[in-house]
């Protein structure tokens, strides 16, 4: 597999909405599990949506949450067959799951690995019980190590681990340490997530109390730089805002997304996109049960994206990439008209720092990478 190409087929995604217990900083659309019934019901609709909807070639799989981790490896085979069964897969793609610490155990692993699985995403978030209990996970520094350790016993050899910085009360030192001991375990590829205090978290009500400090930006911006200059000397390369990956494992799902390519998503909250319409699914599980055993469809929305707008996204997505935004191929796609829509946002951000252009490329400047978010509010 390549990260140089835009790929032939779809990026398949599986939302699994069910969480042990809800972190406190977490505003994703995960609800807490209450009975494997709910589960069981849930997966009856989930295999219903994917004879319906799932057609052509899949290029990549991911069980995405929530935390789909929760779900016995005979129920992740039955979604695997089911994907099988209505889209052609080719070998060796890319079948990733998400997996929270403190909910598999060895014998897990070795099931989850013989039903296709073979990319882990471990949610650690961190390496310190002190921060992980601030963020209210439900595992423990241990627990982190130990899974790691378990899903090498049982052959995983594309493991990416989740880390979370920019906790209220977090040092740059407490980062190092956290993502020196980590590297030590040498994963395949790192996800880096500044935390984003979401309003009507825990976390944020706590800090909005002055329970908890406020996480400063300029702490913030330290760490997202250290974590750039520390990681490739520890053979890990940059390849998007957050992810970093040892040659070669670079996340293939995501690549499809930031590529702009087709995506099909099953279960509540899923987006799709294909053919230029971008489509979702209803967020709330129950009503996503509803909808697949009354009407078998679940969508909540959809819009076409076109003219301006289609290429503002797809430049905002590929911007993301530290590869950057290949001009010859956004002329090819879109004419003249990307370059002229956007030369004005464009000089701005040039002339403030955030972008570099040379002939072949607009990419974000580290300094632009910080702020990546306003500077795609100027291209928007
Ligand atoms: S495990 Fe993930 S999805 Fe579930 S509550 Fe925690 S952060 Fe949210």
Request: glycine residues 6%; charged residues 25%.
């Amino acid at each position: 597999m390549t990260d140089k190409e835009p790929h032939k087929g779809k990026g398949v995604y599986i939302h699994i909405p069910f969480c042990l217990k809800k972190c406190a900083y977490c505003d994703f659309a995960s609800q807490q599990l209450h009975s494997h019934e709910e589960v069981n019901q849930y997966l009856e609709a989930l295999l219903s949506e994917i004879s319906i909807r799932a057609q052509g070639q899949a290029y990549t799989v991911y069980f995405g949450g929530g935390t789909p981790s929760i779900l016995p490896s005979g129920q992740v085979a039955v979604v695997l067959q089911a994907i099988r069964r209505h889209m052609e897969i080719k070998p060796l793609i890319e079948i990733s799951m998400e997996v929270n610490p403190a909910t598999v155990d060895d014998s897990d692993l070795v099931q989850l690995k013989e039903t296709g699985i073979n990319r882990l995403s471990l949610g650690l978030q961190s390496t310190s019980d002190f921060f992980l209990n601030r963020l209210g996970r439900i595992h423990s520094a241990q627990d982190c190590k130990q899974v790691f350790y378990w899903a090498r016993q049982a052959g995983f050899n594309n493991i990416s681990c989740d880390l979370i910085y920019g906790i209220p009360g977090q040092t740059l030192k407490d980062l190092k340490e956290d993502l020196q001991q980590l590297v030590r375990w040498s994963p395949e590829h790192l996800s880096m997530y500044a935390l984003h205090l979401e309003p009507n978290t825990p976390l944020a009500r706590l800090v909005a109390q002055h329970a908890l400090p406020e996480p400063d930006d300029d702490t913030t911006a330290d760490m997202y730089a250290w974590i750039r200059e520390f990681l490739p000397t520890q053979g890990y390369k940059q390849y998007e805002l957050s992810n970093f990956s040892k040659p070669g494992y670079a996340c293939q799902h995501n690549m499809m997304y930031w590529q702009n390519q087709e995506y099909l998503g099953f279960g509540s909250a899923a987006h799709s996109y294909s053919q230029g319409v971008r489509s979702w699914n209803v967020q709330d599980k129950e009503e996503y049960v509803r909808k697949i055993g009354r009407k078998k469809n679940a969508t909540e929305g959809r819009e076409k994206l076109g003219g301006i707008r289609k290429i503002s996204e797809h430049l905002m997505l590929e911007l993301r990439l530290t590869r950057g935004v290949k001009k010859r191929q956004f002329k090819d796609i879109y004419g003249d008209d990307w370059n002229r829509n956007f030369s004005q946002a464009i000089e701005k951000m040039k002339s403030r720092g955030f972008l570099a252009e040379d002939r072949a490329t607009l990419k974000l400047t580290p300094r632009g990478m910080f702020v990546s978010n306003m500077v795609f509010r100027e291209l928007l």
